[in-house]
C-alpha cells in the first residue's frame, strides 16, 4: 500500500505515472500509424 502512495503523493511517483502514460499513448499512436500506411500502401499497390 505505501508503494501506491508514493506513486500518487510525490513528485517522482508523479512524473513515473506521466512517462508510463505517455509511453502507452505513443505505442496506441504508432499502431493506429503503421496499420493505417500499411493499409493505404496495400491499397496503391493493387
Keep these: 500500500m ?3 502512495v508514493d ?3 510525490t513528485d517522482y ?3 513515473s ?3 508510463i ?3 502507452l ?3 496506441v499512436w504508432f499502431r493506429r500509424f ?3 500506411k500499411m493499409r493505404e ?3 496503391a499497390s493493387k
Design 13 to 15: 511517483g508523479l512524473m
Design 2 to 4: 505505501k508503494m501506491l
Design 25 to 27: 499513448g505513443m505505442a
Design 41 to 43: 500502401d496495400e491499397a
Design 34 to 36: 503503421f496499420v493505417r
Design 7 to 9: 506513486l500518487f503523493s
Design 21 to 23: 502514460a505517455f509511453m
Design 17 to 19: 505515472v506521466a512517462v
